[in-house]
């Protein structure tokens, strides 16, 4: 938590808002979607998703093929417990959700389900793209699979398994974006990154969850940040943006959300 709360400081001393963007591409994306103040009927529909997960006591025993939670060790957790400590907080979904609207994603794929808070969020962003979603636990797999079903969210598919093993066998030929938030682990990330890269087109948004969660992911960060195929990179704190985009001039980003 300390090496948290050190980097954050040093976050804000090195971020800036859109005045500090002189890249139209990410001067639009950062007025236009990280600061839309457009008000969406489904914001309701987001924010109970997560309100009706926090009332339920249901309890289910995890399977944790991560680096498992930063508040229990606890193997049997309830719904509640795992939503108000592991899942996405509202203002990240909405986030999420101004993204798949923004760039109108086809194919989404999500490294880690959890709850299904993100993927719903997602799903809604473009109900008419679909997003691919993975998760290691088949109880929670299973529970958040019946759970976006009873929420009508028909353009979203849970697969379960481990990372590793189901990216490999996956049938698209091309993400438009992937979000990482599984495994918050040095090397599980850059070998995911590794093995998603032949799934990139030059459109194709990556998210990194977590990118100070400790040392190592932020070394992690720090190293997909300098890859060939890398161009521009916006670093938010929390999430830490990845494009590949050939017309640009590789620059990195610190923006304040």
């Not at 808002?17 to 890249?23: D, L, M, P």
């Not at 979607?33 to 249901?58: M, Q, R």
């Not at 907080?89 to 994603?105: D, P, T, V």
């Not at 195929?229 to 980003?253: A, C, L, M, N």
């Amino acid at each position: 938590m300390f090496y948290q709360i050190s980097q954050y400081f040093n976050f804000l001393k090195r971020s800036t808002n859109q005045h500090g963007v002189h890249s139209p591409f990410v001067y639009n994306l950062v007025t236009k979607c990280f600061y839309s103040k457009t008000n969406s009927a489904d914001y309701t529909l987001i924010s109970n998703y997560k309100k009706t997960l926090l009332k339920n006591n249901t309890v289910i025993e995890i399977t944790d093929l991560g680096t498992g939670s930063m508040y229990t060790k606890n193997n049997n957790r309830s719904i509640k417990s795992i939503a108000k400590n592991s899942g996405a907080a509202i203002k990240r979904a909405k986030l999420l959700y101004h993204l798949a609207n923004y760039f109108k994603f086809n194919n989404s794929l999500e490294l880690g389900t959890s709850l299904g808070i993100s993927t719903h969020a997602i799903a809604l962003g473009n109900t008419n793209g679909k997003i691919t979603s993975i998760e290691g636990c088949p109880k929670i797999a299973q529970f958040t699979s019946q759970n976006l079903k009873d929420k009508k969210i028909t353009n979203a598919e849970i697969l379960i398994g481990d990372f590793s093993k189901v990216i490999p066998k996956l049938h698209q030929d091309a993400f438009d974006f992937i979000l990482f938030d599984g495994n918050h682990n040095k090397q599980a990330t850059l070998d995911y990154f590794d093995l998603l890269l032949p799934k990139i087109h030059n459109d194709t948004v990556f998210i990194f969850d977590d990118i100070y969660w400790s040392k190592g992911m932020t070394e992690a960060w720090d190293m997909i940040k300098q890859h060939p195929k890398v161009t521009v990179t916006i670093d938010t704190f929390q999430y830490g943006f990845v494009f590949f985009r050939t017309e640009q001039v590789k620059e990195h980003f610190t923006i304040r959300l």
